[in-house]
């Protein structure tokens, strides 16, 4: 009996000293996330500040932005005939057929990481006190601003009226969010005006332009340089029928001595590594990158889907264009699985990097402006910067008196068919697309329905797209 | 604090417990005798005898149902107790040889139901529990456990995502209780709870029970109302599931043997064009494109195409896709188990092995599993044991519904598609090469059969070693820790063959391997006294931590050198790979005490109080209190004399439980690792709320327990309140803020219903018939998400004032009759010039003054439809003739909806060339006049394939589920060869599905969406579900 009142005291012991373990351990439930760091620490260095642009960068990047929609969604939204969609995803084929429904997760897509990156860079920037090193920080500040300035002119050119459709500081545009959002107590819901988005665009561009350096290069990973900054403001000022801006920012790229067009149209893409021709492109490794222009325009055999076919691409070399020499019109592949016209654009899936700018586009922008204004930009007459680029296409040179903005459009679209100018430049050319007027409704993106339900109602839909 | 509480019973408890020490060693005599059942007369083997008041003397009786047993002097009761059988006491008296024969028990009032930390006879409970016994759901020729209990208990509703095996499955307790946050139960086996989230990486949930070998189980109890989920907590606001698994009997060891064998096939196929109707309807389509009449060379040329230059035009191929995606599958499986012990230890060994095919090519699960169950007496006061089980399963699995390879996909493949190349030389005659054909209009998902390998193994371990000690004769204190143990290989391979699908033209292989390691250790101590004469209080107070750790590790490879190496360390190049851990904690102190006078007035009170590792510190903590109270009405003297009532019992109950089934660190303002190229980064990904909190639920619940003519019909009806408040939603944030979700505290929910369970012994004797039968009502409604629009699957959504995930899309009105264009019902009151520009209209013949419109745009959206079913129910009859036996189950579920998310392809008026459902071709509007549900057949038309209810149809179903008819050998029989048992039994499973869903199978809720608790009724190319049918012979000796 005495042995058994002592082994009820021992367990009872044993007992109370579980117990008190326990609850004295409140750091049992002290767990920490390992793959990710709190938001307090996570720019408190100069180290991280800088890995925040990187994040950014890998933002722009996504299947939603540059390396997708943003490229291929002009191509089918601008299409005038020159592509047929096949595929069976429903939001690129409502973007070709020009009846994008709201709830499209595409565009919503667009808007949602468009945003996400823009949040990116807002917290980098809101940063740039930690980096006390002056070079450091210019960099980090003129890249920063340099997505930030890409994104929110992309991003009011699909969701806003074209620059000359009505009046800029009247039509509604997208807001703008300066700050990173650090609760969601007053979120932006009201849409800033076309003009209002230009502006930022261009002080965003103009800033970058200015900070940053001729070159920045890490790990073999081409990061933006002053150039893009003139690359994207050149492509504002088009937009903007600022033909002389645009030409001089055009032939700041051109002689900075940077870049060289390749010898060949077919050397410009599909590289691992930037060309000489790539002013701006998205890096892509074995490890990391996505490329939806693949996924869409390339062959099976290129692990493509096969889903844009050139139907009525071939039907433009006429004219001033001789079909048959034309190194522009052979750039073609045929799809292993349904045999149709492929562009060869977009067939590294792998690791080709995706240009988003090449010096090609800059002789062509440079020859507009010069031919608009009636001036030799830098000297240089207009017929010279478009034989620069009928040289290397295997076509004839154009003599200064066939130039016209017919030819213009039609010089710009052979060569830079399938990277995304193709809608913007029917805005700009004040053209139309498959029977839709350049300023049609239909050719603007809507504003997402979650946008519309997120805000309460506050957000403003794109006429044309219901209430 | 806590500790000091109970020193004081305990104190107590020693003062009693030293009177029972003084006892002499007395005398002892033998009794024996034969156990038989009152029935059949047939020996009963494994019959627990006790004797009465002794710590724990006892035997069992042998295979021919005799049993000897010494008793102490002092005693002079006998206790024969067997499941399934009324137990019966016998006074020894005089008599050596005492031959008993033993009821079958029609009554289920005494039966033990586990409450968590502890049972209860069911007659004193006054929580809702609904229990389901081992022997109804062992040898049920299913996959797992939730099919085997699917229809067999009120308020539990079971939905399969598809017919694939190892799928996920979706078990809703009274309803969804939350939006955004889990609403599966929690899973308790044997005293672990379980980590049910699924490690599936193909966006297709897998079923995390899986690996459990159901026959080792010997009741399932589910915890509904709060009184008797709340002892756990926070974990409890989608009820609780406590799975006990078998022990053994002291006596004589039992083998029990089962083999089953048989076959599945698909419960129902649709129909689909043959070549010559598609042929038809897609030249029309064609000649209809919008852009012009493409009827001539173009759609010709198609068809030369897809026809691989066979001649379509005189039928030379005419291919049933749908029948190629299904196989003949077989079911094989084997379990022995064996039990048995002495007065000191028992045990419960059990190994088995299954092995199913599904009805879906390339897809098959394989489990082999292992259990022991032990538990020894170490002295008067000390008790060990262990429950261990070991199983490894293998899943071949597809992909999920929305990939090109999954096999139902095929039905998308035109007929006029040969399956195989055809010869060169034969064509325009289709001579069949033995090549499968991989120039079709997508993916032919066949070539995966050689070419491709996607192979699941688990490893799972779930194991507790519990200790039990008498402190005093009232006072127990158990500990118990336990290990629930996973580990998870995922391989997949594709070579060359297939980098159609894949994009990988060397070879695409991924290994993935996960460890997710979760224990537990709980200790309480339980308390039971009598107060004083008929006032009997049991009180348990505890503590329990749990801790649970999930790593992954996974490589991607591509560039192999040929197609015979498969493994990533073949490939040249990898192209991605992670490492990751993540980890949660609970620590909970709990208590609970159950007070009854006399066993007529019942009271129960509970309190938990839980902390969680995934909220700030601030809210770590909630408090879970709930109390019950009943009152047996047919004890009290004023019904004593009514024959006619034989149980009353009147409870109620109201409790708060909580739920914290979200990610890990949803309070934490966080930044993730990003990668650019070659360059890491950083990016923000979670903005912080330390102020959020658990979801919590309170549950209000009446309801009654009945027996008539003297338990012959048994019955519970219950009405239920659960109100949802503060819930963890996934709230939508301005996309501009650069975030789209935050989880926040925000809004709540209601879920009432009503349940009714009847059981009744139609007749006992020679003939036994017995009849359960179980209805429920559920009636979801969002009350208040703050305006919210939360959206899920295709089209489901939160809405306020509406049931969780109702269907909101707009309104299909069929095909304008003046020109075949689909038409939508406007919902609204149209503009002027909608109605001048004719875009908004009134089709008079076929929807009176309604407006309609053939914008889509202009058309609003409404709620079409709601997934949820009004009720469901079950009705099984069992019945016995002397060997024979057979049990007969129905299910149903009405009310819901299911929306086709396929429909835009399979039954899209020849919009792209998918091969269509049988109506877009016999129904299809032609001709000015023609009043139909389908539109003109349009290619590339898109005429009609927005998300509307177009797509939605009726998914109410009554399915005779289970069948099982046996035969068992008579005693006399099996004692000449020796045997205890001997049966042979056919089962079948889903033999018959009455229903008028447009689908393949009601059952259904697509794969690749089915995560959320929004995406709900959702329908995408998902298999049906498997009819089974199995031959049995189960064998005891």
């Known amino acids: 009996m005495e042995y058994s009142i002592m082994k009820n005291k021992l367990f009872l012991g044993i007992f109370a000293i579980c117990m008190l373990v326990v609850t004295s351990c409140n750091d049992l439930l002290d767990v920490e996330p390992k793959q990710s760091i709190s938001a307090d620490q996570a720019l408190d260095t100069p180290q991280k500040v800088e890995a925040a642009v990187i994040g950014a960068y890998d933002d722009l990047s996504s299947v939603d932005l540059l390396g997708g929609t943003l490229i291929y969604g002009s191509d089918l939204l601008g299409d005038d005939g020159?592509?047929?969609?096949?595929?069976?995803?429903?939001?690129?084929?409502?973007?070709?057929?020009?009846?994008?429904?709201?709830?499209?997760?595409?565009?919503?897509?667009?808007?949602?990481?468009?945003?996400?990156?823009?949040?990116?860079?807002?917290?980098?920037?809101?940063?740039?006190?930690?980096?006390?090193?002056?070079?450091?920080?210019?960099?980090?500040?003129?890249?920063?601003?340099?997505?930030?300035?890409?994104?929110?002119?992309?991003?009011?050119?699909?969701?806003?009226?074209?620059?000359?459709?009505?009046?800029?500081?009247?039509?509604?545009g997208i807001p703008i969010v300066l700050e990173p959002t650090?609760?969601?107590?007053?979120?932006?819901?009201?849409?800033?005006?076309?003009?209002?988005?230009?502006?930022?665009?261009?002080?965003?561009?103009?800033?970058?332009?200015?900070?940053?350096?001729?070159?920045?290069?890490?790990?073999?990973?081409?990061?933006?340089?002053?150039?893009?900054?003139?690359?994207?403001?050149?492509?504002?000022?088009?937009?903007?029928?600022?033909?002389?801006?645009?030409?001089?920012?055009?032939?700041?790229?051109?002689?900075?001595?940077?870049?060289?067009?390749?010898?060949?149209?077919?050397?410009?893409?599909?590289?691992?590594?930037?060309?000489?021709?790539?002013?701006?492109?998205?890096?892509?490794?074995?490890?990391?990158?996505?490329?939806?222009?693949?996924?869409?325009?390339?062959?099976?055999?290129?692990?493509?889907?096969?889903?844009?076919?050139?139907?009525?691409?071939?039907?433009?070399?006429?004219?001033?264009?001789?079909?048959?020499?034309?190194?522009?019109?052979?750039?073609?592949?045929?799809?292993?699985?349904?045999?149709?016209?492929?562009?060869?654009?977009?067939?590294?899936?792998?690791?080709?990097?995706?240009?988003?700018?090449?010096?090609?586009?800059?002789?062509?922008?440079?020859?507009?402006?010069?031919?608009?204004?009636?001036?030799?930009?830098?000297?240089?007459?207009?017929?010279?910067?478009?034989?620069?680029?009928?040289?290397?296409?295997?076509?004839?040179?154009?003599?200064?008196?066939?130039?016209?903005?017919?030819?213009?459009?039609?010089?710009?679209?052979?060569?830079?068919?399938?990277?995304?100018?193709?809608?913007?430049?029917?805005?700009?050319?004040?053209?139309?697309?498959?029977?839709?007027?350049?300023?049609?409704?239909?050719?603007?993106?809507?504003?997402?329905?979650?946008?519309?339900?997120?805000?309460?109602?506050?957000?403003?839909?794109?006429?044309?797209?219901?209430? | 604090m806590k500790i000091k509480a109970t020193v004081i019973p305990v104190l107590f408890a020693f003062l009693l417990f030293s009177g029972l020490m003084s006892e002499a060693q007395a005398q002892e005599r033998e009794i024996t005798g034969t156990v038989t059942a009152a029935s059949s007369g047939e020996p009963l083997p494994g019959v627990t005898v006790l004797v009465q008041g002794s710590q724990g003397i006892g035997t069992a009786t042998d295979g021919q149902g005799n049993y000897s047993i010494s008793v102490p002097d002092q005693y002079d009761v006998l206790v024969f107790s067997y499941v399934g059988y009324v137990s019966q006491e016998v006074t020894i008296g005089d008599q050596t040889e005492i031959n008993v024969q033993l009821q079958e028990d029609v009554q289920q009032l005494e039966d033990v139901v586990v409450v968590g930390y502890g049972?209860?006879?069911?007659?004193?409970?006054?929580?809702?529990?609904?229990?389901?016994?081992?022997?109804?759901?062992?040898?049920?020729?299913?996959?797992?456990?939730?099919?085997?209990?699917?229809?067999?208990?009120?308020?539990?509703?079971?939905?399969?995502?598809?017919?694939?095996?190892?799928?996920?499955?979706?078990?809703?307790?009274?309803?969804?209780?939350?939006?955004?946050?889990?609403?599966?139960?929690?899973?308790?086996?044997?005293?672990?709870?379980?980590?049910?989230?699924?490690?599936?990486?193909?966006?297709a949930p897998t079923n995390p029970l899986a690996d459990l070998n159901f026959n080792d189980i010997e009741s399932i109890d589910i915890l509904k109302d709060a009184s008797a989920a709340a002892i756990y907590g926070s974990r409890a606001s989608n009820g609780v599931v406590i799975i006990t698994t078998k022990g053994g009997q002291s006596g004589e060891t039992q083998f029990n043997l089962n083999y089953q064998t048989g076959f599945s096939n698909p419960t129902r196929t649709r129909d689909w064009l043959n070549g010559e109707e598609y042929i038809e309807l897609f030249t029309e389509a064609a000649a209809n494109y919008p852009g012009g009449d493409l009827s001539g060379a173009y759609i010709e040329g198609q068809f030369d195409s897809f026809s691989s230059g066979t001649d379509w035009r005189n039928g030379e191929v005419n291919s049933d896709w749908q029948d190629e995606a299904f196989q003949d599958a077989s079911?094989?499986?084997?379990?022995?188990?064996?039990?048995?012990?002495?007065?000191?230890?028992?045990?419960?060994?059990?190994?088995?092995?299954?092995?199913?095919?599904?009805?879906?090519?390339?897809?098959?699960?394989?489990?082999?599993?292992?259990?022991?169950?032990?538990?020894?007496?170490?002295?008067?006061?000390?008790?060990?044991?262990?429950?261990?089980?070991?199983?490894?399963?293998?899943?071949?699995?597809?992909?999920?519904?929305?990939?090109?390879?999954?096999?139902?996909?095929?039905?998308?493949?035109?007929?006029?598609?040969?399956?195989?190349?055809?010869?060169?030389?034969?064509?325009?005659?289709?001579?069949?090469?033995?090549?499968?054909?991989?120039?079709?209009?997508y993916f032919n998902n066949l070539l995966y059969k050689d070419n491709a390998k996607y192979q699941v193994t688990n490893y799972r371990n779930v194991g507790n070693a519990f200790a039990e000690y008498d402190l005093s004769n009232n006072l127990v204190w158990r500990s118990e820790f336990g290990i629930d143990l996973l580990e998870l290989n995922g391989e997949e391979y594709y070579n060359s063959q297939v980098a159609r699908n894949t994009g990988a033209p060397l070879g695409l292989g991924y290994n993935r391997f996960v460890r997710r390691g979760n224990y537990n250790t709980n200790h309480y101590l339980t308390f039971n006294t009598s107060l004083a004469e008929n006032h009997n209080l049991e009180a348990i107070g505890g503590f329990e931590y749990q801790y649970t750790q999930r790593d992954e590790t996974w490589v991607q490879g591509e560039n192999f050198p040929n197609d015979d190496f498969q493994q990533v360390a073949d490939a040249a190049l990898l192209t991605g790979g992670t490492a990751t851990e993540t980890a949660y904690s609970f620590l909970s102190y709990f208590s609970r005490a159950n007070y009854d006078y006399n066993g007529k007035y019942l009271l129960t009170l509970s309190a938990r109080i839980d902390g969680s590792s995934r909220f700030s510190d601030e809210n770590q903590y909630g408090f879970f209190p709930a109390a019950s109270a009943g009152w047996v009405i047919s004890d009290e003297d004023f019904l004593a004399d009514l024959e006619t009532i034989s149980f009353l019992k009147l409870r109620a109950s109201y409790g708060?439980?909580?739920?914290?089934?979200?990610?890990?660190?949803?309070?934490?303002?966080?930044?993730?690792?990003?990668?650019?190229?070659?360059?890491?980064g950083i990016q923000p990904i979670q903005i912080e709320n330390q102020d959020l909190k658990w979801e919590q639920t309170a549950q209000l619940d009446f309801g009654v327990d009945f027996g008539l003519f003297e338990d012959r019909i048994t019955g519970e009806v219950d009405y239920y309140i659960k109100n949802t408040e503060d819930l963890l939603l996934n709230v939508n944030v301005p996309g501009a803020t650069g975030y789209s979700v935050q989880t926040q505290n925000l809004g709540k929910l209601e879920n009432k219903g009503f349940e009714l369970v009847l059981n009744s012994v139609n007749s006992v004797g020679e003939f036994a018939w017995n009849t359960s039968f179980n209805f429920s009502i559920n009636r979801n409604k969002v009350t208040d998400i703050d305006g919210q629009v939360i959206e899920g699957g295709y089209i489901n959504r939160a809405v306020e004032g509406e049931a969780i995930g109702v269907f909101f899309a707009r309104e299909f009105a069929g095909a304008n009759p003046a020109n075949g264009d689909a038409i939508y019902f406007l919902n609204r009151d149209p503009s002027q010039a909608e109605l001048d520009n004719g875009t908004v209209f009134q089709v008079n013949e076929m929807h009176g003054d309604r407006y309609v419109t053939n914008s889509f745009n202009a058309a609003e959206r409404v709620v079409i439809g709601n997934p949820n079913p009004d009720f469901t129910g079950g009705l099984s009859n069992r019945f016995q003739y002397k060997g024979f036996d057979l049990n007969v189950l129905f299910q149903f579920v009405y009310g819901n909806d299911i929306y086709n998310g396929g429909g835009r392809f399979q039954s899209a008026s020849a919009d792209y060339f998918d091969n269509q459902t049988r109506d877009q071709y016999t129904d299809r509007w032609q001709e000015p006049g023609d009043i139909t549900d389908v539109p003109q057949a349009r290619l590339f038309g898109a005429n009609g394939t927005g998300d509307s209810s177009r797509y939605l149809s009726d998914g109410s179903y009554l399915r005779l589920k289970k069948v099982t008819f046996g035969y068992n050998l008579p005693a006399s029989t099996l004692e000449t060869i020796g045997l205890s048992k001997a049966r042979v039994y056919l089962s079948g499973v889903n033999l018959l599905t009455f229903t008028d869903y447009e689908g393949w199978d009601p059952e259904v809720n697509t794969d690749y969406l089915s995560g959320g608790n929004l995406s709900l009724g959702n329908d995408f190319y998902s298999a049906p579900q498997a009819r089974t049918i199995t031959l049995g012979l189960n064998v005891g000796f």
């Open chain 1, 82 to 172: 020159s592509v047929t969609w096949f595929g069976t995803f429903s939001q690129p084929d409502e973007l070709w057929s020009k009846t994008i429904l709201t709830d499209n997760s595409f565009v919503r897509d667009v808007w949602l990481q468009g945003y996400e990156t823009i949040d990116a860079t807002n917290n980098a920037l809101s940063a740039l006190d930690v980096i006390e090193d002056a070079d450091m920080r210019d960099r980090v500040e003129g890249q920063a601003k340099l997505i930030r300035g890409i994104v929110y002119f992309e991003l009011v050119r699909f969701f806003g009226r074209d620059w000359a459709d009505g009046d800029p500081s009247q039509n509604p």
């Open chain 2, 119 to 203: 049972s209860r006879i069911k007659e004193e409970v006054t929580g809702n529990i609904s229990s389901v016994s081992g022997d109804e759901i062992s040898q049920v020729p299913v996959n797992s456990v939730e099919s085997a209990i699917q229809g067999q208990s009120a308020g539990v509703f079971v939905n399969s995502s598809n017919g694939k095996l190892g799928q996920g499955i979706q078990m809703r307790i009274r309803g969804s209780s939350s939006i955004s946050a889990s609403s599966e139960p929690l899973y308790v086996i044997d005293g672990v709870p379980m980590v049910s989230s699924n490690e599936s990486f193909n966006g």
């Open chain 2, 331 to 441: 079911i094989n499986k084997f379990d022995l188990s064996a039990s048995g012990g002495n007065d000191k230890t028992t045990f419960y060994v059990s190994g088995s092995y299954s092995d199913e095919e599904g009805i879906l090519i390339r897809n098959s699960f394989e489990r082999i599993s292992g259990r022991l169950n032990l538990d020894h007496k170490v002295n008067d006061n000390l008790r060990l044991g262990t429950n261990l089980s070991l199983a490894r399963t293998v899943n071949n699995r597809v992909s999920n519904d929305n990939g090109f390879a999954t096999p139902m996909q095929l039905v998308a493949l035109p007929p006029i598609t040969p399956i195989y190349e055809p010869d060169q030389d034969a064509l325009p005659n289709y001579q069949p090469t033995d090549q499968l054909n991989n120039n079709t209009l």
């Open chain 2, 656 to 680: 708060i439980t909580g739920n914290a089934e979200i990610g890990n660190f949803p309070s934490q303002g966080l930044f993730g690792s990003s990668t650019y190229s070659r360059i890491s």
């Open chain 1, 182 to 467: 650090r609760d969601f107590e007053n979120p932006p819901t009201t849409r800033n005006s076309v003009e209002e988005v230009y502006t930022q665009v261009i002080d965003d561009l103009t800033d970058a332009k200015a900070l940053l350096p001729s070159s920045i290069e890490i790990d073999n990973t081409v990061l933006g340089n002053t150039y893009v900054a003139s690359a994207y403001l050149s492509r504002v000022y088009l937009q903007q029928r600022e033909y002389e801006d645009a030409g001089s920012e055009a032939g700041r790229v051109i002689n900075s001595g940077n870049y060289s067009l390749t010898p060949l149209v077919s050397g410009a893409f599909n590289n691992p590594t930037n060309s000489t021709e790539d002013v701006f492109a998205i890096q892509v490794s074995d490890q990391d990158g996505a490329n939806d222009m693949n996924t869409f325009y390339a062959g099976s055999q290129h692990s493509g889907r096969e889903d844009i076919e050139l139907t009525g691409f071939f039907d433009l070399f006429t004219g001033l264009f001789d079909a048959a020499d034309d190194t522009r019109d052979d750039f073609i592949h045929f799809g292993a699985s349904f045999g149709g016209p492929l562009t060869s654009k977009w067939t590294n899936f792998r690791n080709g990097n995706i240009n988003i700018v090449r010096l090609a586009e800059m002789y062509l922008t440079r020859g507009e402006a010069s031919f608009r204004t009636g001036t030799d930009i830098n000297g240089v007459p207009p017929e010279d910067d478009f034989n620069m680029i009928r040289d290397r296409a295997g076509q004839e040179d154009i003599d200064a008196a066939d130039i016209n903005l017919d030819y213009i459009f039609t010089e710009r679209y052979l060569e830079l068919a399938f990277e995304g100018h193709i809608l913007h430049d029917i805005k700009r050319f004040e053209r139309s697309a498959s029977g839709f007027a350049w300023n049609a409704p239909e050719l603007i993106f809507p504003i997402p329905q979650r946008e519309i339900d997120a805000s309460g109602g506050d957000l403003e839909q794109n006429a044309g797209y219901g209430s």
